[in-house]
């Protein structure tokens, strides 16, 4: 399955923020990236706003344009706000709530973890890390992989801050996903209603 493997610091500092965890790249050059990241840049086009706080979001969750873009349409046919349904759908696949539980330091950690099999939902075995979560679902470590390392320095070094929507069983290294979590909830620093605005065009 395609995934982005370009440069991640670029990334980071074309948005000025910890796309894909921490960067030291963000703390010694405080600009853009390119030959000319110093100077003033020219007034982006509302269009330009938009297609970036699209990309931001991508490089977020790590998903790609096709992805997105069914995602938006199933957030678009759900009732309520369609940018709060987007980031809901988009903090419900497994790959990320295996991020948010801890048991990986980062989203492309946890991808790796699922697809090779080291995560189950439910009891079962589950490798597709784009596998959607529905209230009530348990992510646990399987059995044998609760001693790979990868899992247990991730696990020791877990954020002690807790996610409301998620519950977490450090004795069974399992989680439960108790609902889709509301809009005030979710950390990220992502405009949806540009995402919105520019699907609506």
């Known amino acids: 399955m395609a995934r982005y493997t370009g440069p991640k610091s670029k990334i980071s500092r074309r948005y000025n923020e910890p796309i894909f965890g921490p960067s030291k790249a963000l ?3 405080a600009y ?34 096709r992805q997105f ?7 678009a046919r759900k009732t309520g706000i369609t940018g709060e349904n987007l980031l809901a759908l988009l903090e419900a696949r497994l790959d990320n709530t295996v991020y948010r539980l801890g048991i990986a330091p980062t989203r492309r950690a946890a991808r790796q973890l699922v697809l090779h099999k ?73 405009q949806e209603q540009l995402i919105v605005e520019l699907y609506s065009k």
Do not use: C
């Not at 000319?36 to 490089?59: C, D, N, P, T, V």
């Open 118 to 190: 080291h995560i189950l939902v439910n009891g079962n075995v589950v490798n597709i890390p784009s596998y959607s979560l529905r209230p009530g679902d348990v992510v646990s470590v399987r059995e044998k992989s609760k001693s790979l390392e990868a899992i247990t320095t991730s696990l020791a070094g877990r954020n002690a801050r807790q996610f409301t929507w998620l519950e977490w069983d450090g004795g069974q290294l399992a989680g439960k996903f108790i609902s889709n979590p509301q809009r005030d909830q979710i950390p990220e620093k992502i």
């Open 69 to 75: 873009a069914n995602l938006f349409d199933k957030a």
């Open 32 to 65: 853009g990236p390119g030959q000319h990241g110093r100077g003033r840049r020219k007034k982006q086009s509302e269009y330009a706003i938009q297609l970036m706080e699209k990309q931001k979001a991508k490089y977020i969750y790590g998903v790609l344009e």
């Open 27 to 29: 703390a010694k050059k």
